[in-house]
């Protein structure tokens, strides 16, 4: 077995075909079917059932091919530090950043002195929501992430809290609750509301709609959106009213949004900087170091 099997296996298992697998490799379709041949008889099992349409994985195969994915990116993540320790680069580190992440000044501070401290580290920050974030890590594509939730319930992750932010009520200035004294969950079964869609957060988006359907409240949301500037975009133009983020409200100073607290509203999510437990890189215990001297 070598990494030419490999990447045999993975691309027949993606086109589903000898002769396109063939083709996109640039091989002969029965050289490209004895190498998947010979690798099923060193293993002594079946990696493709046959079938009139083409073929599939068996169940041994798609073990392997997922062994096999992690394998390629070792060895090509070994291939790349190398070529960095060529170019008197000692490591690098991963990092993932969610929507609000670099918007904080504590993040970009963080960075600005972990490389005034360790110049011999490359950063690579990769923009990806939170729930990209826990997919990353668990594959080793990211070394660390800044995001929120679904790290803290990985038992294969840990996480160091960062910063809190609170969910508050966002009301266009000239909306009739704007000047109410108090606000409770029965003053917004009326209302429209715009909120981030599920899919970007989706342990939060559901902690957020529990609580309100514990307090009585089924919110009728008329749009959903991945970006706190459309969120915000919307508030103002009257579209509807949206729970967010008082650290959001914090960096936007909008004369045409009011900010109002509502009772029984007691969600609040952490942002984290998460790892996972088994992978502690000597790069990224410097930058967790840092990190937590901060949060004390």
Not at 201 to 215: E, F, K, P, V, Y
Not at 246 to 266: K, T
């Amino acid at each position: 077995m070598d990494l030419h099997h490999l990447k045999y296996l993975q691309v027949a298992a993606e086109e589903g075909s000898f002769q396109r697998a063939a083709e996109r490799l640039n091989i002969a379709p029965s050289a490209l079917s004895r190498r998947i041949q010979d690798l099923e008889s060193e293993l002594g099992i079946a990696l493709f059932e046959r079938h009139r349409g083409g073929i599939r994985p068996s169940h041994a195969g798609s073990v392997m091919i997922d062994y096999g994915k992690r394998i390629v990116a070792e060895v090509t993540a070994a291939a790349a530090h190398f070529r960095r320790l060529a170019n008197g680069q000692t490591d690098v580190l991963r990092i993932g950043l969610n929507g609000i992440a670099p918007q904080l000044p504590r993040i970009p501070s963080l960075f600005r002195r972990f490389r005034a401290r360790h110049p011999e580290i490359e950063l690579q920050l990769h923009a990806l929501n939170s729930k990209e974030q826990v997919s990353a890590l668990r594959d080793g594509h990211i070394d660390a992430g800044f995001l929120f939730a679904g790290a803290e319930t990985t038992p294969d992750f840990a996480c160091l809290p960062i910063t809190a932010h609170r969910f508050v009520l966002g009301l266009p200035a000239s909306h009739r609750l704007a000047v109410a004294p108090e606000i409770h969950f029965a003053d917004l079964t009326d209302e429209d509301f715009v909120l981030f869609a599920r899919h970007s957060a989706s342990d939060i988006h559901d902690r957020l709609l529990t609580t309100c359907r514990a307090q009585g409240l089924e919110p009728r949301i008329i749009q959903e959106t991945v970006s706190e500037h459309m969120q915000l975009g919307l508030i103002a133009a009257g579209m509807g009213i949206s729970f967010v983020f008082d650290s959001i409200i914090a960096r936007h100073n909008r004369s045409d949004i009011v900010i109002r607290p509502v009772a029984g509203l007691n969600v609040e999510e952490y942002l984290n900087l998460a790892w996972r437990r088994d992978d502690p890189l000597p790069a990224l215990t410097k930058l967790i170091d840092m990190a937590r001297a901060d949060a004390n």
